[in-house]
């Protein structure tokens, strides 16, 4: 016995006996107490039960009357059964607690037992603590297979460096965003996923990691179908705007040349009549000025400099040409990008997103000077275009396009994401706006 428990039992004994001896509601309270007390130092209640019963035989020793035996130890057990309450009382809450604990832990059983999800957890050092029964409809494993081995094997080779980037990362107590990983199946293949992961901690310390795994393989080769589909869309399209835009050169503008000389030759054998002259001569700048639209039609619709010389030159010319149609200051930049040809698809992409940010600048911003940079970091080609306008007024980026408008800006980054790039806007009320477009080069083409 300690000296804690030498301290209560003696205190319960004093207790004992001044109730024995007449102390009645006052020493009952003691006993209740007493009983508190016990519990807050962590004495047993079977050592509390043995330390009463010796009290007890000790009084009985000095009793002869049967009569006074039976009344002190109906009066003790009275006293040992107040002092017991608050053990009684503690147990029940306890009990209940328990039954609370395990509903609440049956339900989280259940919601990961059912879950559609991948639900798993990982050692510090990447060991698979647990996984739940969807990881065998998933991967097709048995998760004995890898229920206590490390992670790293599930994962795609190309994968692998940004998983384990991220084990660390959550292991230092942050939360990642949301990314995809690819896990490898029980057939060979591989599984896309979305990965959510949040650091385990336990008494505040990280003891592992704690993740979802949602299995987003469907949705992305529907995406990849959709984009092929897109871009097949966008190829057909260019491909038709380029012969649209040859035959009218080529059709259109050679017979309306052909019209021009056979009405100069009339012209000449006419000269004498003045008046007829004077029709001829106005037939002739009617046809010059159809000329003059056709071939500016046909450059809008392809333009040759893009097949000719190349994207920074056709830029350069669409830019000169805006700017004298429309007044505006546009500067172009084209550092580091020498060469003349980048793939075509890239090309066509970046000039077509360039007509639909000057067309945006005039229509929209209130610009007066626009910059437009092409510049080549090594593994990819990017441009950029500012104005100094009025800036968009919310994000109309994810506004719903309306009566066939508002699809420019949409259409521009769909452009950039279908060959793997990257699109990204920054406006500011009355400080104007900036496009930003990267798109990686093929590694054949760097
Ligand atoms: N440079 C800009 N300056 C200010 N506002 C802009 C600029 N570019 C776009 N906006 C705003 O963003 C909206 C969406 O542009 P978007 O090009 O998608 O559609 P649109 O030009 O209205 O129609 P569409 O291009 O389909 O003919 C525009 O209506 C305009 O309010
Ligand atoms: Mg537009």
Same mark, same amino acid.
């Given at each position: ?34 009983? =508190?007390?016990?519990?807050? #130092? ?6 509390? *039960? ?66 559609? $999800? !991948? ?6 050092? +990447? ?6 029964? !969807? ?47 690819? *896990? ?34 469907? @949705? ?18 260019? &491909? ?5 835009? @040859? ?16 009405? +100069?030759?009339?012209? &000449? ?11 001829? =001569? ?19 619709? @392809? ?20 700017? #004298?149609?429309? &007044? ?9 990008? $020498? ?16 007509? &639909? ?52 800006? *949409? ?36």
């Amino acid at each position: 016995m300690n000296v804690v428990e030498l301290e209560i039992f003696s205190l319960y004994k004093s207790a004992l006996l001044d109730y024995l001896n007449g102390g009645g509601e006052h020493a009952l309270r003691w006993a209740y107490e007493f009983g =508190r007390r016990a519990l807050a #130092k962590e004495i047993r209640s079977i050592d509390l *039960i043995a330390s009463h019963q010796e009290t007890l035989e000790e009084l009985l020793a000095n009793v002869s009357s049967k009569e006074e035996s039976v009344r002190l130890t109906q009066s003790a057990t009275y006293f040992l059964m107040e002092s017991l309450s608050s053990f009684e009382m503690t147990f029940r809450g306890y009990r209940e607690a328990i039954a609370t604990l395990q509903q609440s832990e049956e339900r989280y059983r259940r919601l990961i037992d059912t879950a559609r $999800d !991948v639900i798993y957890t990982l050692t510090t050092e +990447g060991i698979i603590k647990s996984l739940n029964p !969807v990881f065998e409809t998933i991967t097709g494993w048995a998760r004995t297979d890898w229920i206590g081995k490390p992670f790293m094997p599930l994962i795609h080779p190309d994968d692998l460096p940004l998983a384990l980037g991220i084990h660390s990362f959550v292991l230092s107590g942050q939360t990642p965003p949301v990314f995809d990983l690819r *896990i490898c199946a029980f057939d060979g293949g591989y599984r896309v996923t979305e990965i959510t992961t949040v650091p385990e901690i336990y008494q505040g310390k990280v003891i592992g990691t704690f993740g979802i795994a949602r299995d987003i393989t469907e @949705r992305k080769e529907t995406q990849d179908q959709l984009k092929k589909l897109a871009k097949r869309v966008l190829d057909a399209q260019e &491909e038709e705007r380029r012969r649209l835009a @040859r035959e009218l050169h080529d059709d259109l503008c050679q017979w309306l040349s052909g019209m021009k000389l056979t009405i +100069g030759m009339v012209e &000449e054998s006419v000269s004498a009549d003045k008046k007829s002259s004077a029709k001829l =001569r106005k037939i002739k700048d009617q046809i010059n000025d159809r000329i003059v639209e056709v071939r500016s039609l046909s450059t809008l619709l @392809r333009p040759p400099a893009l097949d000719d010389f190349g994207i920074s030159v056709a830029m350069e010319r669409y830019c000169d040409d805006y700017s #004298k149609i429309y &007044e505006l200051q546009i500067s172009f930049d084209k550092d580091g990008t $020498d060469r003349v040809h980048y793939p075509t698809e890239i090309e066509i992409a970046f000039y077509r997103i360039l007509q &639909e940010a000057l067309s945006n600048v005039v229509k929209h911003s209130h610009a007066h000077a626009v910059l437009v940079s092409l510049k080549e970091k090594g593994s990819s080609l990017g441009l950029e275009i500012s104005d100094d306008g009025i800036g968009i007024p919310s994000e109309p980026v994810k506004q719903k396009p309306t009566n066939g408008h508002g699809f420019g800006l *949409i259409s521009m980054r769909e452009r950039a994401e279908l060959l793997g790039g990257t699109f990204h806007l920054v406006s500011t009320a009355g400080k104007g706006t900036m496009i930003h477009i990267d798109i990686p080069l093929p590694s054949n083409d760097i």
